[in-house]
Nanobody, 124 residues
């Protein structure tokens, strides 16, 4: 059974940093496409970035080099390093997986399994 559990969210000031973790179970993260997504109150869910089974990443334009997706296969954990955070980055952040080697799409509708999310709040 696939399960994803996020952690690492919190409250920071503008310019701060956080590292989000997504621990997977039920499969190996090195075999499937994974992604990070976020949803702010009153807004639609948007893709932050994705990583395919080969470790190749793609990011949304708003990331502008501030965020980095990485993984540690031995820990079966996906990470999202957030830096230079802005108030508009405030959102619930989710990790998800599409049970395919290569990501079916950049949009979230291609991802089948989701974690419960971790809240990131950035104050000005």
């Amino acid at each position: 059974q696939v399960r994803l559990v996020e952690s690492g969210g919190g409250s920071v000031q503008t310019g701060g940093s956080l590292r989000l973790s997504c621990v997977a179970s039920g499969y190996s993260i090195s075999t499937y496409c994974m992604g990070w997504f976020r949803q702010a109150p009153g807004k639609e869910r948007e893709t932050v970035g994705i990583m395919n089974s080969e470790g190749k990443t793609r990011y949304a334009e708003f990331v502008e080099g501030r965020f980095t997706i990485s993984r540690v296969n031995a820990q079966n954990t996906l990470y999202l390093e957030l830096s230079s955070l802005l108030p508009e980055d405030t959102a619930m952040y989710y990790c998800a997986t599409a049970p395919l080697r290569y990501c079916p799409s950049f949009a979230s509708d291609g991802f089948r399994y989701w974690g419960q999310g971790t809240q990131v709040t950035v104050s000005s």
